[in-house]
């Protein structure tokens, strides 16, 4: 499929990666690259050969939030009945792990597309923030629940309240990103992730994810249940009988993905 705003690739085997292309907006995310970044990701979702996916955006700027022009003259009632650009920013349909590969601006809706996935590669010269109250409105893609989450509440009050921007060195501080590394290779440290993800069994990724997603949607005890209740599961598969059976034979188990 070819896209407008969006390129995709398959930089190492088992790898889905979506590059936002829209550098003159530095990747500002109006509707249409929202529709095409979820278009893309679905199909990486659906294709056998992907295991993990990563977003990413240029060196300048992962993105720099929602489209403001495009908001411009949105009223209220499209806001309110047509599907809009924040809308958009509910990645639990995804089962396969994401990984935001960040650099440059992540502002606004970027930073909280970098929060909506799983973990968050930054390159030295990322920069996260929530500038939206200097638009007279307030995060609309889930900034005030990830973030606050990710940061605790008296910083997140003074990011989304103050426009305070995190370095890439402080968000990794914050417990906001997984790692810091060099702009050179930022993306090769997402990528060797991936890989390391895409060489283990599917199906064990797949129940692990899920039951890390439960303990932001439950109580501990329901996030214990479940947590029990998908590790049972994970005794009904073909790989937990050869993940073992490779240990105690001393050799790298070989996958079968049920
Ligand atoms: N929407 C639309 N266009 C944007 C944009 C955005 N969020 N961010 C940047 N652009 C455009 C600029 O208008 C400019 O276009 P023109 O050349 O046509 O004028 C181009 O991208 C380059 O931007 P700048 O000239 O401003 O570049 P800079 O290096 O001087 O500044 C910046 C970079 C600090 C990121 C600045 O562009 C900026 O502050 N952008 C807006 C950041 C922001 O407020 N984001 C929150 C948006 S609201 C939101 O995201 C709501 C939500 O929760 C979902």
């Known amino acids: 499929m070819s896209y407008e705003y969006i390129l995709t690739e398959v930089p190492a085997p088992g790898v889905g990666l979506v590059r936002l292309n829209r550098p003159q907006a530095l990747n500002a995310?109006?509707?249409?690259?929202m529709k095409e970044l979820h278009d893309a990701l679905s199909a990486f979702e659906a294709d056998d050969g992907i295991a993990c996916m990563i977003v990413t955006g240029s060196e300048r700027a992962f993105a720099a939030g929602a489209d403001i022009k495009e908001m411009l003259d949105t009223p209220y009632i499209d806001m309110f009945m047509r599907p809009?650009?924040?809308?958009?920013?509910?990645?639990?349909?995804?089962?396969k792990p994401l990984i935001a590969a960040v650099s440059?601006?992540?502002?606004?809706?970027?930073?909280?597309?970098?929060?909506?996935?799983?973990?968050?590669?930054?390159?030295e010269t990322a920069v996260f923030g929530q500038p939206e109250i200097n638009l007279?409105?307030?995060?609309?893609?889930?900034?005030?629940?990830?973030?606050?989450?990710?940061?605790?509440?008296?910083?997140?009050?003074?990011?989304?309240?103050?426009?305070?921007?995190?370095?890439?060195q402080e968000a990794a501080q914050y417990g906001l990103v997984n790692k810091v590394v060099a702009v050179e290779s930022y993306m090769d440290e997402a990528i060797k992730i991936g890989?390391?993800?895409?060489?283990?069994?599917?199906?064990?990724?797949?129940?692990?994810k899920d039951a890390i997603q439960r303990a932001f949607e439950t109580t501990l005890q329901e996030g214990l249940q479940a947590e029990q209740?998908?590790?049972?599961?994970?005794?009904?598969?073909e790989d937990k009988q050869e993940g073992m059976t490779a240990f105690a034979e001393?050799?790298?188990?070989?996958?079968?993905?049920k």
């Open 29 to 33: 995310l109006n509707n249409a690259l």
């Open 136 to 168: 007279g409105i307030l995060p609309g893609g889930g900034g005030t629940q990830r973030l606050t989450r990710a940061v605790g509440k008296a910083l997140a009050m003074e990011i989304m309240l103050t426009d305070r921007r995190l370095t890439a």
């Open 195 to 208: 890989q390391k993800i895409a060489s283990l069994s599917r199906v064990a990724v797949r129940l692990t």
């Open 104 to 123: 440059g601006f992540a502002l606004g809706g970027g930073c909280e597309l970098a929060m909506a996935c799983d973990m968050i590669v930054a390159s």
């Open 84 to 95: 809009t650009v924040t809308a958009n920013f509910d990645f639990s349909r995804y089962k």
């Open 250 to 257: 001393k050799r790298k188990p070989t996958w079968k993905h």
């Open 229 to 237: 209740h998908l590790f049972y599961m994970a005794f009904a598969t």
